[in-house]
């Protein structure tokens, strides 16, 4: 694998978007932006995402949706993670439901997100092996 994530973020809110973009792009990960559910559709065929970063307060297609969208049982899926406004112990619940693995509640821990994708990358080079 390459040294480094591609990582779909999908917000739509342009000051929080551009925010997390830079963070993931310091902690050397390919990051591209996505503002709406299926802007983040279309990228997930083109990019080809190792993670997902996923709002679920979403125009039109909230984020739940394109996750079950993400998780098709024909595609080799991202690690979806929920970045949201949404804290409740039924918001967590719905995203499991959906397939999101993780649910982070924004502000999230900057170094959190570190963490959590610098795991994901040592696994996935492991399963390179």
Do not use: F
């Amino acid at each position: 694998m390459a040294s480094q994530l591609r990582v779909l973020l999908v917000e739509d809110q342009e000051d929080c978007a551009v925010t997390t973009a830079d963070l993931v792009s310091l902690y050397g990960h390919d990051v591209e932006i996505a503002s709406n559910g299926s802007e983040a559709l279309r990228m997930v065929e083109a990019y080809d995402p190792h993670v997902v970063v996923l709002d679920l307060g979403l125009p039109g297609m909230d984020g739940h949706a394109v996750a079950k969208n993400i998780k098709q049982p024909s595609r080799v899926c991202p690690v979806l993670i929920a970045l949201t406004g949404h804290a409740t112990s039924e918001d967590r619940r719905k995203s499991a439901e959906a397939g999101i693995a993780i649910h982070l509640v924004k502000p999230a821990d900057p170094r959190q997100l570190e963490a959590i994708l610098k795991g994901l990358k040592e696994v996935a080079s492991e399963m390179a092996l």
